[in-house]
């Protein structure tokens, strides 16, 4: 018995499959994915699993599971760029295990199910579109299970309105009790928060906006004749768990309302974050474990 392939059907099934999977990715990473990037990565995703089907599948099953390995590692290259080694073996990871966790999924709905005999004799184009059908399925399904599991996780560390006061002024924002968040500084061992700048600016001057948006867009730019007013600003050293270091410039702020109660915290530190914190906008800053 000989099996047809139609390549083409093959390549555009895996093209959507692919961009789905990524979309799943960029969810649970909370990183957004620019769209002409997944495209592109989608499709060198999908010429190199017809590559494996044809080459590898059928004679050589461990050799077409590390290409597909590979092939992982390539897409999230091209979806995210530059970034450390750990985060790359982390994505690469997530968009493997995604892709078996599909595989297995489409699997079901079409062997498990009886879908398989109702299409048998039928058309290429009524066969296509059932596997779309169990990709946008999949894409839905799995997309749920990750919005129950976020939803889990605000039971844990959840949002509340927060309100910080500098120099008579007020920002009323939304913050997230970030159980990670141990950062000091080291001098007066205040607890530190980061915020994201563009929220709190009504707190500055227009003499600190100016500099400050310097130093957060193109901190090697900063002209090496200015000296920080060490009272206010502090550059605070960090390093994540990911093993990435650098600084942070906070300011001091007078006095920080927390939660419904607006309970009062004293003087402290904000660490200024140029990028959003959250994908979704639910916060602005993430608080100090010491201030709850």
């Known amino acids: ?31 957004k994915i620019n769209w002409k990037r997944n495209i592109l990565a989608s499709s060198v995703g999908s010429l190199g699993a ?3 089907y044809l080459l590898a599948y059928e004679k050589y099953r461990w050799a077409s599971v ?8 390539i897409m999230v290259v091209l979806v995210y760029g530059k970034q450390n080694l750990y985060h790359y073996i982390y994505d690469t990871l997530l968009l493997f295990t995604l ?10 709905l ?8 109702i299409l048998k004799g039928k058309s290429v184009i009524i066969t296509t579109f059932t596997f779309l059908i169990f990709i946008f399925f999949n894409y839905f399904l799995i997309g749920k299970i990750i919005y129950i599991i976020r939803k889990q996780e605000k039971i844990v560390s959840y949002i509340v309105p927060v309100i910080i006061e500098r120099s008579g002024e007020r920002v009323k924002i939304q913050g997230y009790i970030d159980t990670g968040n141990r950062l000091y500084e080291p001098v007066s061992h205040k ?32 002209d090496k004749n200015f000296t920080l007013n060490s009272m206010i600003f502090r550059l605070i050293p960090y390093q994540c768990a990911a093993g ?10 007078d006095r920080i309302y927390i939660g ?24 602005e800053v993430l608080l100090h474990t010491e201030l709850m």
């Open 260 to 283: 419904d109660k607006n309970e009062k915290k004293e003087k402290g530190y904000m660490a200024l974050q140029k990028e959003t914190l959250s994908f979704e906008r639910e916060y």
């Open 99 to 108: 892709s078996f966790t599909s595989g297995g999924v489409i699997n079901f």
């Open 66 to 73: 590390v290409g597909m390995w590979m092939l992982c590692w």
């Open 50 to 52: 017809c590559m494996i």
């Open 244 to 253: 990435n270091t650098g600084f942070f410039i906070c300011v001091l702020y």
């Open 1 to 31: 018995m000989i099996l047809g392939v139609y390549i083409d059907v093959v390549f555009i099934v895996n093209l959507i499959m692919d961009f789905t999977l990524l979309k799943l990715v960029e969810k649970m990473r909370k990183k």
């Open 191 to 222: 607890p530190v928060i980061l915020v994201e700048f563009d929220c709190v600016k009504s707190l500055f001057t227009p003499e600190e906006i100016e500099f400050l948006n310097c130093y957060l867009e193109k901190p090697e730019e900063i």
């Open 110 to 117: 079409y062997y498990g199910t009886g879908i398989r005999q």
